[in-house]
Structure formats: C-alpha cells, structure tokens
C-alpha cells in the first residue's frame, strides 16, 4: 500500500508547515490518473495524524480528471486511465492533468495573542 509512505510525506510537510500550531484542515488534489486511492490516503491520513499537529484536522481530497491532448489531431479527451484512444485513432496522447499530487491548502488555528 504505497498510500501510507504518500500519507506519512503529506503529514511531514504539513507538519513543517504548521510550525507547531494545530492544523484544522487539509486539502488535497489527487489526479485520477495517478494511481492514488483517495479512500486509502483518508485512512492513513486518521492513522498518521494521531500525536502531531494535524490530529482531528478535516481532510478534503479533490480528485482532478484525467484530461489528454491528441497530438495527432489536437482533441481533447477524458481518460479513466493513463493511456486511450482518440475518436482519429491515433494513441498519441499527451497527458494534461490527472497525474498529480498536491497539497492545496493548509488551514492552520489562528492562535490568540
Ligand atoms: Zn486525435
């Protein structure tokens, strides 16, 4: 399950972020293309949170769809996977979106002074 060691980097870097101060939300963005299970990383997140700054922070994933240019014929197709076919045939596709994985926001608890 290679969602955990993605979690653990996600709460690191947040972790960093945060500089000590309690962490109420996370939004991700999480290509459908890439492989990720946004229910597996929901999971490992509750795990890998417990004991730091981001325990009990709400965590938001958006899932980008898979979009490709034809470089044949220049059309613009959805894809469900990493690979396709254009309405012209051809198998050229270059991948627009639908690989990533990034953090998106971090809401850190205003503190009182
Ligand atoms: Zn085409």
């Not at 459908?32 to 965590?59: E, H, M, R, Y």
């Amino acid at each position: 399950m290679h969602e955990l060691g993605i979690t653990q980097n996600i709460v690191a870097i947040v972790t960093e972020h945060a500089q000590g101060s309690k962490v109420q939300r996370v939004v991700l963005e999480i290509g459908k293309l890439s492989a990720i299970l946004p229910d597996a990383i929901q999971f490992c997140f509750d795990i890998c949170t417990q004991n730091t700054v981001l325990a009990g922070a709400t965590l938001e994933i958006i899932e980008i769809p898979g979009l490709a240019r034809c470089c044949q014929c220049g059309a613009e197709i959805y894809l469900d996977k990493p690979f396709g076919i254009c309405n012209c045939g051809s198998v050229e596709l270059d991948l627009i979106t639908g690989e990533e994985l990034k953090i998106k926001e971090i809401e850190i608890e205003e503190l009182c002074v």
